[in-house]
């Protein structure tokens, strides 16, 4: 099937739900908000969210199951899209869907590691299921990590993390974070092979860049807090990046220390992620992700009858969630308008 019949419909689709999405003036509206049931009022009186709270009480609601909500609706609009591709393009969409349970497996990494409770992670949990291999109801029996690892039995996680059960307390954490990472992203790299050429160019393009900033992210973690040699550094990176080369990746494990590192990279395309040593750890994350939000703004703009604008949408949805529960973790902690703002993706008036 050709690019222009594959993609009329499902593009003019995608171009509809986006048009459904939040404006900067609802952004402006809930960094306003005192508490979390005036987020979920606003979004339930005032945005497409609606239909995720149609039948919730605003008076009882809480942080957690809001946040449930929020995905339940990024779910939702997934399986909008899903059946309007067949074949390899539809596999694709299954691969990306990935990328939320590799979310949910971090999170019940981080709850044990701490030895929290796992049960609060029952109301963040949407993706089960769906596409899914892993059986979340045996997931939620797990005593500890080694039974949390053999309910994974049978999935493509297990070989994966077993390896690390008996690591040291101080960088199991960041190993098997970097193994589900590097999990998804192969997977999502292998399927996008098996495009068309044109989508799998346009894909790829896309996909190095979230590579690049991936492995810049992990090295300079690893170098900082977590003591990691180079030579294992270089194991975990991801190949495929778009300006950062296996050579150039190599030299930038090799370096001293993290201090080293921000000088080889303060002149580069990736500079902006070391620039301001005082917020540097605590927005580096943010960072990646408001470039990627500018990059998929621009992808979306420019798709055409290509797979480009339903990829892109997917993100932005995503970015939209995340700053949404930016807020009301805001509103958590007592943060006040301004300071909510710089925790955001998108650039909101008056914002850094």
Not at 194 to 218: F, Q
Not at 253 to 260: D, H, L, M, R, V
């Amino acid at each position: 099937m050709g690019n222009a019949s594959r993609f009329a419909a499902i593009n003019a689709k995608v171009r509809a739900l986006k048009g459904r999405m939040l404006t900067e003036d609802d952004f402006v509206n809930l960094l306003k908000e005192k508490k979390v049931k005036g987020i979920a009022r606003y979004l339930k009186e005032n945005t497409s969210y609606k239909k995720v709270l149609k039948n919730v009480d605003i008076n009882d609601i809480h942080r957690g199951h809001l946040e449930y909500l929020l995905k339940k609706y990024i779910v939702l609009q997934y399986e909008k899209l899903i059946h309007y591709f067949t074949d390899e393009y539809r596999k694709l969409f299954r691969v990306l869907f990935i990328r939320y349970e590799v979310e949910d497996l971090k999170l019940f990494i981080r709850a044990i590691l701490r030895n929290e409770g796992i049960d609060y992670i029952k109301d963040l949990v949407v993706y089960s299921g769906l596409y899914s291999t892993v059986d979340y109801d045996l997931i939620f029996k797990s005593k500890g990590l080694e039974e949390f690892i053999e309910n994974l039995k049978g999935t493509i996680y297990y070989e994966a993390l077993k390896p690390y059960i008996n690591e040291s307390e101080k960088k199991i954490s960041f190993y098997m974070e970097m193994s589900l990472d590097r999990i998804y992203f192969r997977m999502l790299y292998e399927q996008a092979n098996k495009l068309s050429k044109h989508d799998r160019k346009i894909l790829m393009d896309s996909l190095s860049k979230n590579i690049d900033l991936l492995n810049l992210e992990w090295i300079y973690r690893g170098l900082k807090y977590y003591d990691i040699a180079p030579e294992e550094l270089i194991n975990y990176t991801l190949m495929g990046g778009s300006n950062l080369n296996y050579r150039e990746i190599k030299n930038l494990c090799y370096s001293e220390n993290e201090k080293e590192l921000i000088t080889l990279m303060l002149d580069s395309r990736y500079g902006f992620l070391f620039d301001n040593e005082k917020t540097m750890d605590l927005f580096m994350e943010r960072r990646i992700e408001r470039y990627l939000y500018f990059n998929f703004k621009e992808y979306f703009r420019k798709g055409s009858l290509d797979i480009i604008q339903s990829i892109a949408f997917m993100h932005l949805l995503e970015f939209e969630m995340r700053d949404i529960i930016s807020i009301t973790e805001g509103i958590r902690y007592g943060l006040n308008e301004k300071n909510m703002k710089s925790y955001l993706i998108r650039r909101i008036k008056g914002s850094d």
